[in-house]
């Protein structure tokens, strides 16, 4: 144990932060609106990015991209430069929700808007540019499970982008696409996958399926040409002619289009033909989806031989062709996959998963019984869960970190359900990676398993860093701690938050009340930013109204941020570390795009329409501040869409909420822990903080605790104890100063002191026993 927690411990030296950010409650943007108020509009790739502090303090991420191709506005340069908001500096950890994150190589197309925050001062970086419509104004160009580039943000997958995506901006636009000679990375243009899929015994003959898809949008297939190498000892020579090959029409090759050939190239290579000699009218189109292109037998002449399948890619692309503007073209791509092992145990099957019902970012392991998973986790093996935040995507998929893994064998595995962790659609870790109820379900490569259910109550927000020791990324759970002297945070109305609607306090002190009374989460208001203590003001949370900081989207209606600064080294033999937030911000919109409500009963909003009730989306977005993600159970607080009033944390909110408190209070040396709060939004003039020193320390029999006057007189409870929080002493009339606190009767070892007054504030002081 000892050896396990220093090597992580060590590894936690050298961990970096992945900038992660919640996404609160999000509203689609159309593609339409997205085209009109773009002022750029372009196809690029990130080929570096690198973090700055504005003058104002705020953290910002600077993009490098490399255009490839310009399909609205003017644009000459090979690069430009895109702004994000949000990251991390010295240690210092700046978070946003609903904006967007890019990381290095992702690839698509970006609605752009000249930036309106200030710019990177490095000349390496060109002009800057904001995204319009935050994570909804970069259509990612990713691969599904057919090797297929889709183009995927938060509402929507295009799978065919030449037509869905290029020529439809085209049309709204008005302009022609420019194509970049020199892309941003050798983009493809075109391509074609086959794959060998149902291979199995059949007496002595192996029986497979060949099945094709389009890699970019969608192409009348001209030609199809395979090149197959065999092992003759397993099939035996010139398998075309001596009858060792049959062919069978099947699905593409059925159409009288086409023909269907075979012919030795060597005699341990076959060719296989899908050639047209028919009306081209006929030609079948290809999509991004797998369609079956024919059937095959081979005969089987030593079955303990290998069969050394191999594929001839130079040749197979230059005889497969599609059909545009009456002319064949050659696929400038071709991807050949097949697994030709024919026994069906191979195949990943999922028997059962056990409990049916988990928690994410909490350490919940959850338990998939089955067979085919093969003896050791490969390197293209995982688990996969529904996304939570993108739950109207049915084929979003989220991978855990390696880490999560704790046993894999080829029947069973065990697995943590994620919080922060990869995309499917990618390779990078990404905040907006977490599980939520839906399917879970095993991927080897590219076979994948059945699917089955799982209930994911809440999710607990989690961050991620990855170590330069080790490569691994490892998952650290975030908290709430004691930021204000009084067990928790102060919020302040910034000014100009009673314009956001007529009773908009009296309904974010009713989203906060339901918070307080129900987990005893330590948010206490207060009546301005200048009564909170000098010292204490970098903690103050502000809730404020009005225009949205320069840079964030027009299309957002309330964000939320998160400064996160302090990673403890809590770490043990499980590779989880634990960092808490030491404040957070909420902003509403006021103006074009949405009117906010403040109705007392639940009359009537047009949600059609952006009119949106103060009091749910408080409740929402103060369960962020909760450390609390999204979920994809609609009935829940956290759901990721708003479209009915929710006023009332439901089971799972609370929960979740729970858990963030039971998490936050324990004394594990990572900040003063967070206290109950009490059931008021009283807005208290606060005390200022306990003044007070102990003495001695350390001690073998007597501290004595010295308060200054002014505290003293207000001191309501004076209580110490060992550091799992159980008391061992608790005084609440304390009126000796100084005041004398026997060690006498206790172990040598270190406890924890904690003094609370009258108005709330408390402190915290370690106090060690030695003999």
């Not at 879970?440 to 699917?451: A, F, Y």
């Not at 103006?591 to 329409?609: F, H, S």
């Not at 450390?627 to 929710?646: A, E, G, P, R, T």
Request: charged letters at 20%; a negative charge.
């Amino acid at each position: 144990m000892k050896n396990t927690f220093q090597l992580l411990a060590l590894a936690l030296l050298s961990l970096i932060f992945l900038p992660n950010l919640l996404f609160g409650q999000l509203y689609e943007v159309s593609l339409d609106e997205k085209i009109q108020k773009s002022a750029l509009v372009v196809e690029g790739r990130v080929v570096e990015s690198k973090c700055y502090r504005a003058d104002d303090e705020t953290i910002y991420t600077a993009h490098k991209i490399k255009v490839s191709a310009l399909l609205k506005g003017e644009y000459r340069d090979q690069y430009l430069t895109i702004i994000t908001w949000g990251g991390e500096i010295d240690g210092e950890l700046q978070t946003w929700t609903h904006l967007l994150t890019l990381n290095k190589g992702e690839h698509g197309i970006f609605f752009l808007e000249p930036t309106r925050v200030p710019a990177i001062k490095d000349a390496d970086y060109p002009e800057s540019f904001d995204v319009y419509a935050a994570s909804q104004g970069f259509v990612q160009f990713v691969q599904n499970d057919a090797k297929a580039l889709v183009g995927h943000e938060p509402f929507h997958t295009y799978t065919d982008i030449p037509n869905d995506l290029y020529a439809y901006i085209e049309r709204q636009a008005g302009q022609k696409t420019t194509f970049y000679k020199d892309g941003g990375g050798d983009e493809k243009r075109s391509g074609i996958r086959y794959r060998f899929t149902d291979i199995g015994f059949q007496g002595n003959s192996v029986t497979f399926s060949i099945y094709v898809n389009s890699l970019i949008g969608n192409k009348k297939l001209y030609k199809s040409g395979i090149q197959l190498g065999y092992n003759p000892a397993f099939f035996g020579s010139n398998i075309a002619t001596n009858g060792n090959l049959l062919l069978q029409d099947g699905g593409i090759s059925l159409s009288s289009t086409y023909d269907l050939a075979q012919s030795n190239v060597t005699s341990s290579k076959v060719k296989i033909e899908l050639v047209p000699v028919g009306s081209l009218n006929g030609l079948t189109e290809i999509t991004t989806s797998e369609q079956l292109l024919a059937k095959g037998k081979i005969t089987i002449q030593n079955l303990l031989a290998d069969p050394g399948i191999t594929y001839d890619i130079a040749e197979m692309q230059a005889m497969s062709k599609f059909y545009e503007s009456g002319l064949q073209q050659v696929f400038d791509t071709v991807i050949v996959e097949g697994d030709w092992r024919p026994f069906e145990q191979f195949v990943p099957t999922i028997d059962s998963i056990k409990p049916p019902s988990r928690r994410a970012g909490t350490g919940d392991i959850v338990i998939i019984y089955g067979h085919g998973f093969t003896n050791t986790q490969p390197a293209n093996g995982r688990v996969q869960f529904s996304s939570a935040d993108f739950g109207f995507v049915s084929s979003a998929w989220v991978e855990p970190l390696e880490t999560d893994y704790q046993i894999w064998s080829d029947t069973l595995i065990y697995v943590r359900v994620p919080s922060v962790g990869y995309s499917n659609f990618g390779t990078t870790v990404a905040d907006n990676n977490y599980a939520g109820t839906g399917k879970v379900r095993v991927k080897i490569g590219s076979m994948t398993s059945n699917q089955k259910d799982l209930n994911v109550r809440f999710c607990a927000r989690n961050l991620a860093a990855q170590s330069n020791l080790t490569g691994k990324w490892y998952r650290i759970k975030d908290k709430l701690r004691n930021l204000n002297n009084a067990g928790g945070y102060d919020l302040y109305y910034a000014s100009g938050f009673s314009l956001l609607a007529s009773g908009a306090k009296t309904a974010f002190e009713k989203a906060l009340l339901e918070w307080k009374c129900k987990t005893k989460v330590n948010f206490r208001l207060v009546p301005s930013f200048d009564s909170i203590p000098a010292g204490l003001q970098q903690y103050a949370c502000g809730i404020r109204a009005g225009d949205l900081p320069a840079g964030i989207p027009t299309s957002m209606k309330a964000v939320t941020v998160l400064q996160v600064e302090n990673l403890c080294a809590t770490g043990s033999n499980d590779s989880v570390f634990t960092a808490y937030y030491t404040k957070f911000d909420i902003y509403f919109k006021i103006g074009a795009g949405v009117t906010w409500r403040a109705y007392e009963d639940e009359a009537p909003l047009d949600w059609i329409n952006n009119e949106l009730d103060v009091q749910s989306a408080a409740l929402h977005e103060l369960g962020h501040a909760h450390l609390l993600q999204h979920s994809n159970n609609n009935d829940d607080v956290m759901y990721y869409l708003q479209f009915k009033y929710k006023r009332v944390l439901e089971a799972n909110d609370l929960e979740g909420g729970l858990f963030i408190m039971n998490l936050s209070k324990p004394n594990d040396g990572c900040g003063m822990p967070m206290t109950d709060g009490e059931c008021t939004t009283s807005s208290r003039e606060p005390h200022q903080s306990i003044v007070a020193s102990i003495y001695p320390n350390p001690s073998s029999e007597w501290v004595f605790i010295d308060f200054s006057t002014t505290s003293y007189s207000s001191i309501q409870k004076i209580q110490l104890t060992d550091l799992l929080g159980r008391v061992i002493f608790e005084d609440q009339e304390a009126k000796i100063n100084p005041y004398p606190l026997s060690l006498k009767y206790l172990s040598n070892g270190t406890y924890i002191l904690n003094i609370r007054d009258k108005q709330g504030n408390s402190t915290s002081f370690k106090v060690i026993k030695q003999d």
